[in-house]
């Protein structure tokens, strides 16, 4: 870390920080200059102990980090980027192949799930989306089938193949969530419910973590490495809007997170373009954002009827819209050396 001492700050102060520096187990390396002067710390960041606090002595006018906070998750600890096996293998997710995930917003039957598997199988998709558990702003909304709701995901998986993605919402759920899904996801809502990231991390399973409503991407990148802290390497970040103060979209999808995810770190990225802008009639041109940005895959929301959703409604595109989404991203996809 580096201090930055307040201009013309006296000799007694600046020897101050260099005792404490030495206490908390770093070096101090002191350069003085004509009006400022500043200390550099040499130790690991990482440690326990951060020095940050010193900024409470007189005369020291900032501290500023050199190391970054997630050595897992960044680039600094592997270059290459983390390839995530799902379903036992038979999929990859982070090498050349696009995958799209695919489902409805909740699972409502098992007539529309199975119909809904088998529309978008027949359009591309490699994964099946859909949610069993549902966290609703209002308690009074449809908070998903939950058990019955994995069920009947485990039922259109056994006919149609498609692996699973559903989320967890709870500590207390996630050994039962595992057993059904391929892959867990971990919401907007609960980004930064870190004992729910490291239950999660223990099932060894693929995790997808979707970014928090109002989470910078430091924080976002941080939540990632408490998942692989715990040993599981199997991670996907997801960005899917962040809350601002446009009104035009439910949310602002961030691309610009896309290209900052793929420069620090080894994750796969996924952009979630329903969540990403609230409204059907853009979805189409947030994918092909998202491909032309570095994404790693897309997970979309299709209903057979979106009038008659039981949640989110106005963000999910019919089946015969996603079909003309994935026909619409092949050229981007090879134009970028990739395929579905």
Request: a neutral charge; glycine letters at 8%.
């Amino acid at each position: 870390m580096i201090i930055v001492f307040k201009p013309h700050a006296p000799k007694e102060q600046i020897d101050a920080v260099a005792d404490e520096v030495r206490k908390l187990g770093y070096e101090p390396r002191l350069i003085t200059g004509v009006e400022q002067s500043i200390c550099a710390c040499i130790g690991d960041e990482r440690s326990q102990h951060t020095l940050e606090t010193l900024t409470v002595f007189p005369g020291v006018e900032q501290v500023m980090r050199v190391q970054k906070r997630y050595k897992l998750v960044s680039r600094e600890g592997r270059s290459s980027g983390t390839v995530v096996p799902v379903d036992g293998g038979k999929l990859k997710i982070g090498g050349r192949k696009f995958h799209v995930m695919a489902g409805p917003c909740s699972v409502e039957s098992q007539e529309q799930i199975l119909s809904t598997a088998r529309e978008v199988k027949a359009r591309g998709a490699t994964i099946l989306r859909g949610g069993a558990f549902k966290p609703r702003t209002s308690p009074y909304e449809f908070q998903g089938l939950k058990e019955e709701g994995l069920e009947m995901l485990a039922a259109a998986k056994a006919e149609t193949g498609l692996p699973i993605i559903t989320e967890v919402l709870a500590e207390k759920d996630v050994a039962l969530v595992a057993r059904y899904a391929d892959i867990l996801q971990i919401g907007a809502r609960n980004a930064q419910n870190f004992a729910l990231l490291v239950a999660a991390a223990q099932t060894g399973k693929p995790i997808l973590l979707k970014r928090g409503l109002s989470m910078r991407i430091e924080e976002w990148l941080l939540a990632a490495e408490y998942i692989l802290n715990e040993g599981n390497p199997h991670v996907m970040l997801c960005e899917r809007g962040i809350r601002t103060f446009e009104t035009y979209t439910r949310n602002t999808l961030d691309l610009s997170a896309v290209a900052i995810a793929k420069q620090e770190t080894h994750l796969p990225v996924i952009i979630d373009p329903s969540q990403g802008c609230g409204r059907a009639d853009l979805v189409v041109a947030l994918c092909k954002g998202a491909v032309a940005m570095g994404a790693d895959g897309l997970i979309v929301e299709v209903h057979p009827n979106p009038a008659e959703a039981m949640s989110d409604g106005a963000q999910q595109v019919t089946p015969e819209i996603f079909g003309g989404l994935m026909k619409a991203i092949e050229p981007l996809l090879a134009a970028v050396d990739r395929s579905l």
